[in-house]
């Protein structure tokens, strides 16, 4: 088993999933004007990504203890393949639903797959190195928008009769990378299963243990601060700023999150515990949000959209790790769960965001969302303390192994 192999891969899985996000947030335009689509069916095509995400990743996390992580990427590269070219030959609004319902599905396996593949090969640091994986969700988005902007630039952009076609057509390269670098590998059975832990002990552990409520009651405020703005950063800044520079904001936001998830993992993580991490930094989303109620210029703009991309950049993959490591008898299935109920919390934002934008003005959007991350503070604040009354945030750890499994 090549372990820095399997780790690269899942990165390049990774990217093919969330350059899907910034290929959509740059097109979004392309679909109003070219399908005369209103501001709540783009909300509800780009939720669609999310719906499919979610439950995919739900459904998946067990899968991937019958079926093998393997064959869940196999399946993860036939879904990306085939969601790119339904986008490309869609005609309308039903078209693009159900395309984006389908890439979104093979995104969710995709967190499905590689968490607990990571979870287990690096059982020891499971917080960083998921950290670490995801930074490539936003590198993922830099590339795409670096790659949009460069199409833009070269008279590709909206309006365009190609141009959002050839941008979507992109994510096929990633697709095919990863693709072939899963061949002939050989994969280990979820750390659970190599541990002994009985198949119907994950079920039993999210049901009867009250920090896995915690944790998912907690994901969908995180997440929809996260991933539902992220959505929309780009078509509110050209709305505000009558600009066609939106996805430029979208990568320096995303460009930040990858350097501090890349490379602050292991600072952040050994000043905070996961917990006492998220609960830190829920305050700077909050200032970053409501700051872009005040936001005139592009400077001004940038700032805010720093200042929230620090608060939340850890957020994600720190959920991760606390299951991983507080709840690690959940294995996949909790591990499904939580990554599911992020992904369903973004896709209910997405149209009620597109219906805030609507009925109050773009400006007005991202500062009413402030109030998630307050929830977020106030819930993992009284958690941390008490975890300190009780010595403290300690990794549960599950002993055993069992032989690879190459599926």
Not at 163 to 173: E, T, V
Not at 252 to 273: E, P, V
């Amino acid at each position: 088993m090549n372990e820095k192999k399997l780790f690269l891969a899942s990165c390049m899985a990774l990217i093919a999933t969330s350059m899907s996000f910034a290929v959509r947030g740059d097109i979004m335009g392309d679909f109003e004007s070219v399908f005369e689509l209103t501001k709540s069916d783009i909300g509800w095509i780009s939720g669609a990504a999310f719906w499919g995400f979610g439950l995919s990743i739900i459904i998946g996390g067990p899968l991937c203890d019958v079926l093998g992580m393997k064959n869940i990427l196999r399946m993860v590269g036939l879904g990306h393949v085939i969601g790119t070219f339904l986008t490309i030959f869609s005609t309308g609004f039903t078209g693009l639903f159900i395309a984006t319902l389908v890439y979104g599905i093979a995104n969710g396996l995709v967190e499905a797959s590689i968490n607990p593949l990571i979870a287990t090969i690096y059982k020891d640091q499971k917080s960083k190195m998921l950290t670490i994986l995801h930074a490539w969700f936003p590198g993922g988005i830099v590339i795409g928008g670096l790659a949009c902007m460069a199409l833009n630039s070269s008279g590709f952009g909206l309006g365009s009769e190609m141009g959002w076609k050839i941008k979507m057509a992109l994510l096929l390269i990633p697709s095919i990378i990863y693709i072939i670098m899963i061949m002939g590998e050989e994969f280990p059975p979820s750390e659970r299963a190599a541990s002994g832990v009985p198949f119907g002990d994950m079920f039993k552990e999210c049901l009867t243990r009250p920090l896995f409520w915690i944790v998912f009651i907690v994901m969908w405020f995180t997440a929809s601060s996260e991933l539902g703005p992220g959505q929309w950063v780009a078509n509110i800044y050209n709305d505000v700023m009558q600009s066609e520079s939106g996805i430029m904001l979208l990568v320096w936001g995303t460009g930040t999150m990858f350097l501090l998830r890349q490379f602050g993992s292991g600072i952040a993580h050994k000043m905070f515990s996961p917990i006492a991490l998220i609960a830190a930094t829920a305050p700077l989303a909050v200032i970053g949000l409501w700051m872009i109620n005040y936001a005139q210029t592009p400077v001004m703009w940038f700032v805010s959209i720093t200042i929230l991309n620090v608060g939340f950049c850890f957020w994600w993959p720190t959920m991760l790790g606390i299951t991983a490591e507080r709840l690690p008898k959940s294995g996949v299935v909790g591990l499904g769960i939580i990554g599911g109920a992020g992904s369903i919390s973004t896709a209910i934002s997405g149209p009620v965001m597109g219906a805030i934008n609507e009925n109050f003005g773009p400006e007005k959007v991202l500062p009413i969302w402030s109030a998630l991350p307050v929830v977020v503070l106030v819930i993992f604040g009284i958690v941390y303390f008490r975890d300190k009354a009780n010595g403290g945030y300690v990794p549960e750890v599950l002993e055993g192994g069992a032989p690879a499994d190459s599926h």
